[in-house]
């Protein structure tokens, strides 16, 4: 790798692009460092924010009527309220509550930045999942499950063996897209410090004063991953295809 | 068996989306929503009280009195989604149009910066603009300074430049080509189909989606607390800051919580009902 390095030394000499995340050691080590804590927010948030949207959807068709009510509020504050605002006050307000007392009688967060970052972001992309899964159980036709139904199947393995199947195929364009905005949205974790892309980029343009060129550096990571998540969905979306159904 | 349909799968029958595909169409339901919001500040309220040492004022005349300054920031924010919708949806109208373009290189490029805005994360564009944009133009002789809330704006409306040229290709994209043919048939230009067939027809199926992203826009204002604009979400901190009591950091989130949702929810609701409305049969 030590020529590609010396190229961007080169480069910086020559042209005044001054690209350090490439041929300074330590500046490259944290980029890594927050570009792998970027990409573990991601993956660990569109796993927990899909489980939320299967069970939210399950819940909003429970027969109790306190828990449907409880779903539906919990979509609606979490859809028609800013992001930054629920990831501040979880960080802020209610870990504040949230403290232990360690050896040296320090208070310490019970919870740290990341996992308020993971639980925040996770909630706020469920809420729209629990409405795209709800779009998708909606558009399966019922007479298939009355025929479910039929073959005594119970209303949670009806769920899981024939509902869901068919509804999480109808609702990967939409979830598709909710996933991308997941993937954008996690730049908020920086608010709340937690060292990811966003936060390391700023700390190095800070140090380094290159703020033009880590900007677009960033601005290309950043579709380069959107496109690796729009690919990988697309993929999926081909493979789970039911040839005749789905159009 | 079966008639003839759209598939020949006995058991399968095709499916019908009720709502639109858009990603984010809200759904209609009857549970008493926000409900939860407004119990839960006011518990926190109760929570307070207790916590609150004897002497100190309540938390709810707390509350009241910083309402005025918190209300002037929340001003700010709806001004910038405003502002931010207004310049993003003339930009993207251009540039929706430039998508539907039949000249190649005005239809790859339209394309190549619709993705880019469109894939770029809102927070790393406000911070190209805060970082990336003069402090104050020179137009002519005079100088024209640009504050942070209207670098913000700016960084707001690149992206929603770019939803909205993507709302215009869809819609155009959805007008059955009949439309088309018939206005060929009646000797239109394509400038003349354009203009009185087709997008009078997709300023319909466009009203929902643009309301559901001026729903996204006012929640993305917050953002640009990050990059130090006085808004409500910066007002709210330095709130905090100045009482500086733990007991207050739950009840007021919460309050600000229940701006946004005050006025973000009835988007939501109106957004639903044209959407049951302008149903695309």
């Known amino acids: 790798m030590e020529p590609l390095w010396d190229w961007f030394r080169e480069l910086h000499a020559s042209t005044g692009i001054k690209l350090t995340i490439f041929y300074d050691a330590f500046d490259r080590a944290r980029f890594v460092n927050g570009f792998l804590t970027s990409v573990r927010l991601m993956a660990l948030c569109i796993v927990a924010s899909v489980v939320i949207g299967v069970v939210g959807a399950w819940w909003q068709g429970s027969r109790l009527r306190f828990l449907r009510a409880a779903i539906a509020a919990y979509i609606e504050v979490f859809r028609n309220t800013p992001p930054l605002v629920q990831l501040y006050f979880f960080y802020f307000a209610l870990g504040s509550y949230l403290r232990v007392t360690n050896d040296v009688g320090l208070a310490v967060p019970l919870v740290s930045n990341f996992s308020w970052a993971a639980i925040g972001l996770s909630l706020y992309a469920g809420a729209f999942n629990v409405e795209i899964f709800r779009a998708g159980i909606e558009a399966v036709p019922r007479e298939t499950v009355e025929a479910a139904e039929a073959l005594g199947y119970s209303r949670l393995r009806a769920y899981i063996h024939v509902i869901l199947p068919l509804a999480f195929r109808i609702s990967l364009p939409a979830l598709n897209n909710n996933l991308v905005n997941l993937v954008k949205t996690t730049t908020i974790a920086y608010a709340i410090a937690v060292p990811e892309m966003l936060y390391v980029a700023n700390q190095i343009w800070s140090d380094e004063l290159n703020v033009p060129e880590m900007m677009n550096v960033l601005l290309v990571i950043y579709v380069a991953l959107v496109g690796v998540v729009v690919y990988l969905m697309g993929r999926w979306e081909r493979a789970m295809r039911i040839p005749g159904y789905t159009p | 068996m079966r008639a003839a349909g759209p598939t020949n799968l006995p058991v399968l029958k095709p499916f019908r989306l009720t709502a639109t595909t858009c990603d984010l169409s809200p759904a209609s339901f009857t549970a008493r929503r926000g409900a939860l919001l407004i119990i839960a500040l006011v518990l926190a309220v109760c929570v307070g009280e207790a916590q609150a040492g004897p002497g100190a004022s309540s938390i709810f005349a707390t509350l009241l009195r910083w309402t005025p300054l918190l209300a002037q920031g929340f001003a700010l924010n709806i ?82 430049m770019a939803n909205v040229a993507e709302l215009v290709r869809g819609a155009v994209r959805s007008i059955p080509s009949g439309q088309w043919e018939a206005a060929e048939a009646l000797a239109f230009t394509r400038l003349q189909t354009l203009r009185l067939v087709i997008l009078p027809q997709c300023v319909k199926r466009m009203t929902p989606p643009w309301m559901n992203l001026y ?16 808004e409500a979400m910066t007002l709210t901190g330095d709130i905090l800051s100045s009482e500086g009591r733990t007991e207050l950091l739950v009840p007021m989130y919460l309050y600000l919580l229940m701006w946004f949702f005050i006025y973000c929810y009835p988007i939501a609701r109106a957004t639903a009902a044209l959407e049951r409305r302008f149903q695309v049969r």
């Open chain 2, 215 to 230: 729903a996204l826009v006012v929640v993305g204002t917050p953002l640009a607390s990050i990059v130090g604009v006085n």
């Open chain 2, 79 to 160: 001004a910038m989604s405003f502002l931010a919708m207004a310049i993003g949806t003339v930009l993207g109208l251009a540039l929706g149009l430039g998508l539907i373009s039949l000249a190649w290189p005005l239809r790859a490029s339209s394309w190549l910066v619709t993705q880019f805005f469109r894939n770029a994360p809102w927070l790393v564009l406000l911070f190209y603009c805060i970082l990336l944009m003069p402090f104050e133009v020179h137009i002519g002789g005079i100088v024209v300074p640009l504050p942070g809330w209207v670098k913000s704006t700016v960084g707001l409306a690149l992206p929603v």
